[in-house]
């Protein structure tokens, strides 16, 4: 592949992004109010905080999954994320849409995505498809809808085309100007992938071994933001096959990068769940197990418990740590961690109903397997003996309340016929093969 190319001479064959040039809708004035105050565009579905300010619901809610829990304007910390429809707000909007047409914007023409795609198949050099390629994935960040022309005009098996072709050249040192393009074009290449609806057609051409390889080498050595995007595609590609899973486990710091991306501080809610999302699936093979757990990853999902932001990540780190705990090598990470059994008693209760059955699961299998019997003193020390109570008459699922149980009778095997107040506020009794609440005591008696 030629290096060289000009640069000038791709920029003349660029599309536009910038505003319409049409006087009519450079003259029509937009009400303030109608503007998102985050994305500064006319909203299409309005809705109010609990500070009273109107935001559109996509930019809010993208917001809040963030792991934010303040008002965007005000700052303010909100008494509760629920979003009201404004509704006499959204009426307004769109009889003002109806009486001015011009000024509503509309999404990327679909002969300028297709302009854009027949510059990327031209392109000769890697600074050329770093330039398309970001102008590609400027007009897939734009909106749903660009999204969808993209999709239609054929982005994907462009993309997949570029991916091979950036990713199979004779690699250059770090510090030639080239190696920046080419990175950078692969990056955008897979963040705008990351982005499309993608079909069972778009996964079996990403699933060819060129492409996934570029995909797994994304996932061990790119930036943050690439890992978590390859990360995406990847959990995408690879659904439920097994063979793709281990290609995957095979490639050489493939899992160890995606472990390591899950300890960046900078990550948001939103980036971390794709990557413990994918983290997930790929530990469904049991010798990606023994090499996430080799690449630390159960202290990385210790970490991230009491740091979670949302539910969603709190309940994929107790996932992960029961399917962690499945081998040797994962009960005797997680029963050497000061820090594991304290967080997944922790998590009992409090979180969500799957949260609940992830911990218990996992508690179940250390304390019964794990060689380490301190982890039953370090468990009964965290309360555990409390909260596997409290879930026996809770609205948790049947499994979760068969495994507390099992884990309360593996206590009471463990530690014999004796009295224990787990906290100082407890009032059970522990007996061989049961367990009951103390009786109360009456001043009368």
């Known amino acids: 592949m030629a290096?060289?190319?000009?640069?000038?001479?791709?920029?003349?064959?660029?599309?536009?992004?910038?505003?319409?040039?049409?006087?009519?809708?450079?003259?029509?004035?937009?009400?303030?109010?109608?503007?998102?105050?985050?994305?500064?565009?006319?909203?299409?579905?309005?809705?109010?905080?609990?500070?009273?300010?109107?935001?559109?619901?996509?930019?809010?809610?993208?917001?809040?999954?963030?792991?934010?829990?303040?008002?965007?304007?005000?700052?303010?910390?909100?008494?509760?994320?629920?979003?009201?429809?404004?509704?006499?707000?959204?009426r307004a909007i769109q009889n003002w849409r109806a009486a001015n047409p011009a000024a509503v914007k509309k999404g990327v023409e679909p002969e300028a995505v297709q302009t854009v795609l027949e510059t990327i198949e031209q392109c000769t050099d890697a600074s050329s498809y770093h330039f398309s390629l970001k102008q590609l994935y400027v007009m897939s960040e734009e909106c749903r809808r660009n999204r969808k022309t993209l999709k239609?005009?054929?982005?994907?098996?462009?993309?997949?085309?570029?991916?091979?072709?950036?990713?199979?050249?004779?690699r250059v040192p770090p510090s030639h100007p080239v190696s920046r393009h080419l990175i950078k074009g692969l990056e955008y290449a897979v963040a705008t992938t990351a982005l499309l609806d993608l079909d069972d057609e778009d996964r079996q051409a990403m699933a060819a071994p060129p492409?996934?390889?570029?995909?797994?080498?994304?996932?061990?050595?790119?930036?943050?933001?690439?890992k978590i995007n390859a990360a995406e595609v990847i959990h995408f590609v690879c659904g439920e096959d097994a063979n793709l899973k281990a290609i995957v486990g095979k490639y050489p710091g493939a899992i160890k990068g995606l472990v390591t991306v899950l300890k960046e501080e900078k990550l948001t809610a939103k980036e971390i769940k794709l990557g413990l999302r994918c983290l997930m699936s790929l530990s469904l093979s049991k010798k990606n197990r023994v090499i996430?757990?080799?690449?630390?990853?159960?202290?990385?999902?210790?970490?991230?418990?009491?740091?979670?932001?949302?539910?969603?990540?709190?309940?994929?780190?107790?996932?992960?740590?029961?399917?962690?705990?499945?081998?040797?090598?994962?009960?005797?990470?997680?029963?050497?961690?000061?820090?594991?059994?304290?967080?997944?008693?922790?998590?009992?209760l409090g979180v969500s109903n799957l949260a609940t059955e992830h911990a218990v699961g996992a508690l179940l299998v250390v304390i019964e397997l794990a060689s380490n019997r301190s982890v039953i003193k370090t468990a009964l020390r965290a309360g555990a003996f409390t909260k596997l109570l409290m879930i026996l008459p809770s609205d948790c699922s049947q499994r979760a309340k068969s495994k507390a149980r099992d884990t309360l009778k593996l206590l009471n095997e463990v530690w014999g016929t004796y009295t224990s107040r787990p906290d100082d506020d407890s009032s059970i009794i522990i007996e061989r093969g049961s367990v009951r609440q103390r009786p109360h005591f009456n001043a009368e008696s």
């Open 292 to 348: 996430a757990i080799d690449a630390r990853a159960v202290h990385a999902l210790v970490e991230l418990i009491p740091k979670a932001e949302n539910t969603r990540n709190v309940e994929y780190c107790c996932g992960i740590l029961e399917v962690l705990a499945n081998c040797a090598e994962g009960r005797e990470a997680i029963s050497s961690h000061p820090f594991a059994i304290p967080r997944l008693v922790a998590s009992l």
């Open 211 to 226: 492409t996934f390889t570029i995909l797994c080498s994304l996932l061990a050595t790119g930036s943050s933001k690439a």
């Open 3 to 90: 290096l060289g190319a000009s640069l000038p001479a791709l920029k003349s064959s660029a599309v536009e992004l910038g505003p319409p040039s049409d006087p009519q809708v450079l003259q029509v004035q937009v009400p303030s109010f109608f503007l998102c105050p985050i994305h500064l565009g006319i909203m299409k579905d309005p809705v109010t905080l609990s500070t009273g300010i109107t935001y559109d619901r996509r930019s809010i809610e993208k917001w809040l999954d963030g792991g934010h829990n303040t008002c965007p304007s005000t700052k303010q910390i909100l008494e509760s994320c629920d979003l009201i429809p404004n509704h006499t707000l959204h």
């Open 152 to 170: 239609e005009a054929g982005a994907v098996p462009v993309l997949v085309d570029a991916l091979t072709i950036l990713g199979s050249t004779d």
